[in-house]
């Protein structure tokens, strides 16, 4: 009866969590927004109840930059691709005289605005594409190891949000099948999202640029084109759930209006419970408070429909003990 | 202590098939494939030996048409879209003279033949597209309902290879995970493969169709375009490995050409246990005997590469005991 003793240590160890009741969002305030979601999650289990969920429908989508780590002064994967551009210049002696990669070796962030989307995604493509994806995996690894946040002086995969961390581990603890769903490009997460937020590449879906296959050396390999295969953002979000996932979410988080329709897709279920919510970034101390008119993560359309559609927002300073782990 | 009871029966039914030794393979004849196979799984899985793999990368993929199901005469898919044409020409009386719905009318295959790929296209086109994908998805399972093989009379489901069945059930149970990777259709697909190979809508990677996020009637709906968002066949089943997954699979199972990079893609890793198979459609009496010049699923480059290779040759006829399930 050997066989039994890892039985008899699994279902000590199961126990003795459920008869402590453990706190499951530590760095949450208790509130009315901890206790609506514990409420929702605690719905979705309870095998007795009207609003139980199978484990299989258990879906949860959650934002990238401003709802899992933070956005300002903007996108750890623009500061990326910025340091690239510099990183690459002495093999482009053309780009002192070009724009926009003139005004990011001149740091002349006025000129690099001028150059509206044309010239972000000239710089996107120079710094993103012509490697394999295996190449890229380990530049952003590199760049993530060495940049720090202007702020806060510290590597950007440290400026997660403890409570959203803690939010991903209570529900993957009731069986959610969590995905990340970001305007962000798909390859820039997957190599750090299992060791952060302990979300795997499969479950990562993302802004993606095309790859093809080629031989490289007699070894496969994919390598980056600069052609944008998918833009994951807006309406996009829906289209990639669909793509990637095949199954409606039940619960979705976001911060700002790019998840609108991530959000109005997850709760207008026909039928059965769903939870919505932004992040409401409130928090000028600790982190930053901007809403309407941010030049980044602006959140507009989605305040003035959250209250109607029963969503809730998450105000950072009030719901939240701590911002980020220590 | 009232929690121990589940654990204690959980341990006596793991404990019962360890002590009997059971055949995982029962449906495979033994021999050097099945033999290749189960060294595998047992050398990926051993913690002591060189080869193990964790769990996170145990990915397996299989290809579907050919694979896991017949694909003789033809596509079950093919099939689906000339019965949906013929369902819809009440609506579309220009049909009767226009090709290629013309030739599919008059069930015309040289006509249809004729009308190429392009023709072939403007099928999908019209029965694939115009709804949204939760109708679709209706659609196609009220089909598989109703259709049978022509051969076989029975549902396309149905005529699944149980031995493949047990091998995805094998894999699954030493903590692989399955995904399909197929050049059909992911949202033709995706309704039925968990039913059938206990694989979710999320393990399914397939070509597919530009989808559209909109309200209709004031609810969230994707409506499928007409437009070929991406082709998973051939060079483009690495691509969505890596779109879908972002992992390299360390065993793939195909049965013709169109797998061919997928296999190369698998077992060209750099280090650790790779398997790469392809199912040898051997068997007129019991299913089908194709290769080299068959219209569909043709394997011919991937006959002549196999054996340098080192990949698996699955012989239909002489290692497997059963074709189809009971």
Partial sequence: MKSLIPGLATALALAVPAMAQDDPLPSWNDGDTKSAIIAFVQGVIDENGDTYVDASDRIATFDNDGTLWVEHPTYAQLAFALDRIRAMAADHPEWKTTQPFQAVLENDMDALAAAGEKGLLEIVAASHSGMSTDDFEQITL??????????????????VYQPMLEL????????????IVSGGGIEFMRPWTE?????????????SITTEYR??????ALMRTDKIAFIDDKAGKPVGINTHIGRRPIAAFGNSDGDFEMLEYTTSAVDGPSLGAFVHHTDADREYAYDRDAPIGALDKGLDAAGGNGWLLIDMKTDWKTIFPE
């Fill in 142 to 159: 590199d760049w993530l190891a060495s940049a720090k946040h202007p702020r806060f002086d510290r590597p950007y995969t440290e400026l």
């Fill in 168 to 179: 991903i581990d209570y529900l993957q603890d009731n069986d959610f099948q969590t995905y």
């Fill in 195 to 207: 060791a952060v937020y302990n979300i795997p590449p499969q479950q990562v879906v993302g802004s």
């Fill in 215 to 220: 031989l490289v050396d007699g070894e496969p």
